[in-house]
Every structure is written in structure tokens, then in C-alpha cells.
């Protein structure tokens, strides 16, 4: 092309498609073909025709990650590829895949978990080998809820956190953090992501970073290498990790074998990694929710119809398919190119239907049973409720949010509710959409007594180590507790009671402190007044008095004994004291 020679303005530089108009314009951006190619150009990478995409569609979903790692698994799926690709997914009988999740019937129940859970891609996914899968990792409990029983690690990776963990049957077997300074505050890159853009910085702080970083590499290198052994005997290994940090598991991956695709990546966002996020990423992972027939039957409905749309847009793609293919800058067709058919709108997840059918069935029918026991709760109707129970036949009904009556009833701060619901047959196992029991919703201390106290009446009826019931609670431990807490009230009252009596004896030492103060500063500015004569007939009479004899003893306080020479006393009846204070005190002895 020569330089005299000018790309038109109704075509995208990256895919070299000419637009009709502004609305084709706007659907062109917004296709998966021109995301790869944008993905592939930021890296170096040449962008492909919309024949080369569709076939890379078909052969390896895990490809759309614009990658050119070996070791990719496909974790950039879902950040390129919408939800319409995973409809590309194998005919099952017993089986269909709704987005990442997928229902499946398993002796007469039907359940729905990850997809990725149970197998590394959907197109390798069988009868058979859903069966045999199913029968070695998971387990029917005692109410039919399919349990996972298989080990799985969880690793998770980004910048300068790294988490890992390794769980068998709910348990934690081994697990290790780490955490180094490879970012710098607000700048939100490691070291060797600026170092690889060129111009790396020479500073202390950027060389203690750079060296942090490698000793991560070395640290998580060193444990995945330590447990290769364990590693090797997992089902599943899971992890969360950048693109381009994914080679610190390239050491263990040549150490475990990998012929069933168990190095997995994580289908969902996570957050930083710790030990904490790394449980909470376990129970997501193997969490498995009861379905139901409806549930297996719209899943099935819904993706006929999509595969009817995308036939029917795939003839109109064959009858214009010259006016799709990418346009060569050097021959340009001026001719009118006719608009592309629009993409297929997804369709409505079964998620969505069950939820509104569930709040029409339970919230807007008044005439159902749940809908009045509801009622009755929130009205605190506690003749309704227990008459309303009666006529119930079955207790774990699930309602909004996957919650039973039960989870309703531990809400409120009334035990009335709780204790009726219990002895009726209300199951306290039962965890909600949230994975929550109905003692972990409860809020109130009595609300919980009361599921200890059904413990204590019926110890072995519930696994109450699964619906998180600490201890039980019996009559004796009640009164028990009574007492303590009344011989503490006691204990606290006799307390008070004692330190009121020292701040009154302190108070009154202080006063009686303060009154002598003022006594004797009183008895000193009164001698400072007194004139030499006046002085020496005060004197004079101490004399006399002591010569009479009248209660004074060698001129002596008749209460203290201290000496009155020079002072003025305090006369009461035949006695002579030295301050008003000493007056009080003798006349008490008398």
C-alpha cells in the first residue's frame, strides 16, 4: 500500500472490517473477534481473520486467552469470551451446563455445582465419565446432600501476597503465606513488571523490591516443590494467578502427574490472598446446591433455543458471509455491504426463573400456607404460627434466598417461634443460600438458648456439630448459671457497698484534716495579734489555772495532754481543751 493511499474512515484498523453504517460500527466493537485481535495487537501478536477465530472457537476455548503460554488453562476465558461459547458443550443425558455451573442427576436428585469442579473443560465431559467422576469424589449424607470427599488445593498469587492451601473432606491438611515488598504504595505494579518496560529504576527502594520479588519466586517454588507429594494425590488443583507469573508452577507441574487436567484455574474474582480467602475459595469451589427437575428441564429448553437462534443466525451468516470476511487494505470494494445480523441476546438463566417463581410462589400467593406462617412471624402471632404448623407436612420447605422456616424464625429475637418450629421437626442442619445455619443467623442470646436447649432434651436427633450449635443447655446448667450469676450480683453489690464506706471514712478524714488546718492557722494569727502585755497575762493565767487545779493538769488539754502554755483554751464545765476538736472527742468519752 502506498503512502499516497488512505484507509477509509468507515474501517476498524485492527480486524480490517469496512462498516456500513454507525449501528454495524457499534456491533463490531462489541464482538468477541475484534476483543481477541485488540488483546493480540497490545501484544505484538497479528491480529486473524474471523474464520481463523470461529475455528479457534471450536478446537480450544482455552486459546481465546490470546496467550502464548503452553501452560495457560484458560483462565482469560472470562475476561474475552461471553457465555455464548459455553453453549459449544457436549450432548448429555443426564447432564447440562448452564454458564459455569452445571446440573446433574445423580441417584434420582438433581444437583448443581462448577463444572470446573468435576472436570478441566466441558468438551471432554461424558455419561461416563461424569458417572465414574461422581462415584469416586462425593458422598450422599443422611438429608441427600451431595458432599465432595476428593483433596483439593487451593493456591492463590497476585503481586506481593501469595496464599496456599490444601483441604480433604472439609479439613485442612497443610497451608502457607507469604507476603512480600514487591509494590510500591499507590503505584499498584510489582518490580519486574516496571523492569521489563524498560528504564528500570536504580534506587534502594526499587533494588529491595526487585530482590523481594525474586526471593517470592524462590519461596513459592521451594513449598510447591516440598509438596509435590501431597500435590500429586489431590483431585483438583486450583489456582489464581497473573498470565505472566504462571511460571512458578512450571517446577511442580513436572513433578505431578497431569494426564486429567487437575491444574485448574479459579472460574470466579478473588480477593487478596490469605488463608481466610483461601478457605472461602474451597467451600465455593465445593459447594454442591440440590436442584430440582424444573431447574434440569428450563436449563434444557433454554439452550435448544439458543442453539435454534444461533442456527438461524449462522444461514444468514452463509448467505452474506462475503460481507463478513475482513477487508484487504490493498483491494478495498467500493460496492454497498448489507448490515450484519445482530448477535443473539443471551438467554435467561434458570438462576433468574427460580428465583422469580420462587418469590411468586411464596410471596405473592396468600392463599399458601408459607405465605400466612411468614406473616405470622412478622406479626408476632404466636397462636397463627402454631396452628399454621399443624397443617404443615414437610418443615424445610426452601423459601427466598434457599432460607427454611427455620432460618425465618432464628431472625426474629423471639424463641416462642424457634422452640414451636423445633419440636414440630425443624431442621437446624440446613445451611442457606449464604451457607449460613439458623443459629449463625440468630442474633439474640435467647434465640440461641433455645437451640441449646433442644440439644439438651434431644442430643443425638441432629449433627449439631454441623448446624454449628456450640454446647447444649440443660436445666441444671440454667440453674446453675443462676446462681453464679446471682452470687456474682451479690459479690458485686457487697463490693460497692464496701468501697462506699472508704470514700466516707476517707471523706471524713480529709474534713477532719482540713479542720484542724484551720484551727491551728487560726490559733497562730491569733497569738501573731496579741501584743507582749497581752501575751504575758495569757500566760498568767495559765499559771493561776494550773495552781487551782481545775481539770488542767500542768497546764495540759484535758482530752489530748497537749500543752495550753500560751494559748488561749477552750473551757467546758470544769475542763480546758486545746482545739474544739479535742472538746467533741472528750465529751463522747464522757
Not at 464482538?31 to 501484544?43: A, C, E, S, T
Not at 482455552?62 to 475476561?79: C, I, K, Q, R, T
Not at 480477593?271 to 459447594?287: F, M, Q
Not at 443462676?482 to 472508704?502: P, Y
Request: aromatic share 8%; with cysteine; net charge positive.
Amino acid at each position: 500500500m502506498s503512502v499516497s493511499e488512505k484507509l477509509p474512515e468507515n474501517l476498524c484498523r485492527t480486524c480490517r472490517y469496512q462498516f456500513q453504517d454507525r449501528s454495524d460500527q457499534v456491533l463490531h466493537y462489541k464482538l468477541d473477534w475484534h476483543l481477541y485481535n485488540v488483546k493480540q495487537k497490545l501484544r505484538n501478536f497479528a491480529p486473524i481473520t474471523e474464520e481463523e477465530f470461529d475455528a479457534r472457537c471450536e478446537d480450544d476455548l482455552s486459546s481465546l486467552s490470546g496467550s502464548d503460554s503452553e501452560d495457560d488453562d484458560g483462565g482469560g476465558v472470562e475476561d474475552l469470551v461471553t457465555s455464548q461459547y459455553l453453549d459449544d458443550s457436549p450432548e448429555l443425558s443426564n447432564a447440562v451446563f448452564v454458564g459455569p455451573h452445571i446440573i446433574f442427576k445423580h441417584q434420582n436428585f438433581f444437583y448443581k455445582c462448577l463444572s470446573r469442579l468435576l472436570f478441566s473443560s466441558q468438551s471432554e465431559i461424558s455419561d461416563e465419565i461424569l458417572t465414574e467422576t461422581l462415584s469416586k469424589t462425593t458422598n450422599l449424607d443422611s438429608q441427600n446432600n451431595l458432599v465432595y470427599e476428593g483433596r483439593i488445593a487451593v493456591f492463590l498469587y497476585s503481586a506481593q501476597h501469595f496464599a496456599g492451601a490444601v483441604y480433604e473432606n472439609e479439613k485442612l491438611l497443610l497451608h502457607k503465606t507469604y507476603h512480600r515488598y514487591t509494590v510500591r504504595a499507590k503505584q499498584g505494579t510489582v518490580q519486574g513488571i516496571r523492569d521489563g518496560k524498560g528504564n528500570a529504576p536504580k534506587s534502594y527502594g526499587a533494588s529491595l523490591r526487585r530482590y523481594n520479588q525474586i526471593a517470592l519466586f524462590n519461596d513459592i517454588e521451594k513449598l510447591l516443590i516440598d509438596w509435590s507429594d501431597t500435590l500429586n494425590g489431590c483431585n483438583v488443583i486450583f489456582h489464581r494467578t497473573a498470565v505472566h507469573n504462571r511460571h512458578v508452577f512450571n517446577k511442580v507441574k513436572e513433578k505431578i502427574d497431569d494426564k486429567k487436567n487437575k491444574i485448574r484455574t479459579i472460574p470466579f474474582t478473588t480477593y487478596r490472598p490469605t488463608l481466610k480467602e483461601a478457605e472461602r475459595v474451597y467451600k465455593l469451589l465445593t459447594k454442591v446446591n440440590k436442584a430440582f427437575q424444573k431447574d434440569f428441564d428450563d436449563a434444557v429448553a433454554a439452550k435448544k433455543g439458543s442453539e435454534q437462534s444461533e442456527n438461524g443466525s449462522s444461514r444468514s451468516n452463509e448467505h452474506s458471509s462475503h460481507q463478513t470476511k475482513p477487508v484487504n487494505p490493498n483491494s478495498i470494494p467500493n460496492s454497498h455491504l448489507k448490515h450484519r445480523p445482530e448477535k443473539v441476546k443471551p438467554v435467561q438463566t434458570s438462576e433468574v426463573v427460580e428465583q422469580k417463581e420462587v418469590e411468586q410462589q411464596f410471596f405473592e400467593n396468600p392463599e399458601n400456607v408459607y405465605f400466612k406462617i411468614l406473616a405470622a412471624i412478622k406479626s408476632q402471632n404466636h397462636e397463627l404460627f402454631s396452628s399454621l404448623l399443624s397443617e404443615l407436612v414437610k418443615f424445610d420447605e426452601r423459601l427466598e434466598n434457599e432460607n427454611t422456616l427455620l432460618h425465618c424464625c432464628a431472625i426474629t429475637k423471639d424463641p416462642k417461634f424457634v422452640k414451636d418450629l423445633l419440636h414440630k421437626g425443624g431442621n437446624p442442619e440446613l445451611r442457606n443460600v449464604n451457607n449460613k445455619t439458623p443459629y449463625e443467623l440468630a442474633s439474640d442470646k435467647e434465640v440461641r438458648d433455645e437451640f441449646r436447649r433442644y440439644m439438651g432434651l434431644f442430643p443425638d436427633k441432629w449433627d449439631y456439630k454441623t448446624a454449628k450449635v456450640p454446647s447444649p443447655l440443660t436445666p441444671e446448667m440454667e440453674e446453675e448459671q443462676a446462681r453464679k450469676k446471682a452470687e456474682k450480683k451479690k459479690a458485686q453489690r457487697a463490693a460497692k457497698n464496701q468501697r462506699d464506706k472508704q470514700k466516707k471514712a476517707a471523706k471524713k478524714e480529709a474534713e477532719k484534716k482540713e479542720e484542724e488546718k484551720l484551727i491551728a492557722e487560726a490559733q497562730n494569727l491569733r497569738m501573731r495579734q496579741l501584743t507582749p502585755r497581752e501575751r504575758c497575762l495569757l500566760a498568767a493565767e495559765g499559771r493561776l489555772a494550773a495552781e487551782r487545779g481545775r481539770g488542767c493538769v500542768s497546764g495540759k488539754c484535758s482530752n489530748c495532754e497537749t500543752g495550753l502554755d500560751g494559748l488561749v483554751p477552750f473551757e467546758r464545765l470544769e475542763f480546758k481543751y486545746c482545739s474544739v476538736t479535742c472538746v467533741r472527742e472528750h465529751k463522747d468519752k464522757l
